[in-house]
């Protein structure tokens, strides 16, 4: 059984060291050139019942502990005066919550996982056709074929993989616009203060200045704005996006000022909620390219557990891998159902008139809420 996973994000990395635990090859085709060919982005939380319990059975708990850091959980909200608004300090040392990583440790830490054979480099996906008696031929940038009997999709927002299985149109949902700032406990403590170990939100209305620590030691600041209809490249003049918090306290947009000349904004899309399709022997899809979702805190911590699941219903069923994803494919729909709602109503509140009320209600009713099982 061959089996081609489209897309080397943490979804696909944990689909195949998954499936190597079990036994089962499985080879990761990649179109970046390397894994240090671009910035895999800033902090993420893993989440207990979903990438913490895809790390467990990945056999890596014990690593994700020994690089996360508990201490990024601290998250801190102010209004545009500066005053706060919610300020929660995690447990020190505790594990019991959503401990951040940073994204590119959690992608070596998968990469280091597994053989050097399992994920080939270089390869974008750009077609793949049904061979007449069964699997696929893949078809990659530059005109290199290699054919699989089962071909999973974890190629992001924009995948090709998906396009085999069902139409989806996209609605963008906002833009996001990325800076950052260089050694901040040297060049600028006063910030590195402000911000602290973890995550900084500063809420006003209809945009969201937030700032997050990174392990390198560089702080990584964003702008969130609602929908417009703009050109993306109207958002890389750093003077006018420093003028859009007019008003502000400077101690605030100071972060903006702070950052260097590389602005990196982003429309930010979702696919409609509820999406399914019909299965098909020998295809399906994880993570973005099954479910896109506003980038809420859920995404890489639902694409993880997909590949867990997926890996473990192949392994139970090695004889029948059709069975076993559609078995894996109405679970997953039933799950990401209601976080998908949940995802879209967390990003309209966020930018809204009264995001700051609301958002402040949402985290002291998370809060009240008891600490899920471990």
């Known amino acids: 059984m061959r089996i081609a996973i489209a897309g080397g994000g943490l979804g696909g990395l944990t689909l195949a060291r998954v499936l190597h635990r079990h036994g089962i090859d499985a080879v990761v085709y990649e179109r970046e050139a390397s894994r240090s060919a671009r ?40 209004d545009p005066a500066g005053r706060t608004l919610v300020h929660h300090k995690p447990q020190p040392g505790s594990f019991s919550g959503r401990p951040e990583i940073d994204r590119r440790v959690l992608r070596d830490l998968l990469l280091d996982s597994l053989p050097s054979e399992a994920v080939t480099w270089r390869h974008r996906l750009v077609a793949a056709t049904p061979r007449p008696h069964g699997g ?5 940038d530059g005109g290199h074929h290699i054919d699989c009997d089962i071909l999973i999709g974890a190629d992001g927002a924009h995948s090709v993989v998906r396009s085999l299985l069902i139409d989806v149109k996209m609605s963008y949902v906002s833009t996001v616009v990325e800076l950052n700032i260089e050694d901040v406990d040297q060049r600028h403590p006063d910030l590195a203060e402000l911000v602290g170990p973890g995550n900084l939100w500063c809420v006003g209305v209809n945009q969201i200045l937030s700032a997050q620590r990174i392990g390198d030691g560089s702080v990584r600041v ?43 904004p982003r429309r930010i899309e979702a696919m409609p909620i509820g999406t399914r399709w019909a299965s098909r022997p020998g295809i399906t899809l994880i993570g973005d390219a099954a479910h896109l979702m506003p980038p809420v805190g859920e995404g890489a911590n639902q694409a993880m557990l997909d590949a867990a699941e997926l890996a473990g219903q192949l392994a139970a069923n090695p004889a029948d891998p059709h069975s076993a994803i559609r078995t894996y494919e109405e679970a997953m729909f039933t799950r990401i ?38």
């Open 136 to 140: 696929w031929k893949l078809t990659f």
């Open 222 to 264: 964003g702008i969130s704005l609602r929908a417009e209809d703009r050109h993306i490249d109207t958002y890389r003049n750093k003077r006018a996006l420093f003028d859009m918090f007019d008003g502000w306290d400077p101690s605030l947009t100071a972060l903006i000022e702070a950052s260097g000349d590389t602005v990196t």
């Open 39 to 78: 910035s895999q982005g800033g902090m993420l939380d893993l989440h207990p019942e979903s990438g913490q319990q895809a790390l467990a059975e990945a056999g890596l708990a014990g690593r994700f502990r020994s690089e996360a850091r508990p201490e990024g959980e601290e998250h801190r909200i102010l």
């Open 337 to 374: 159902h209601p976080i998908a709602e949940m995802s879209a109503r967390v990003q309209s509140m966020m930018l809204s008139p009264t995001a700051a009320e609301d958002i402040v209600r949402f985290f002291t009713a998370r809060r009240a809420e008891p600490a899920p099982a471990n």
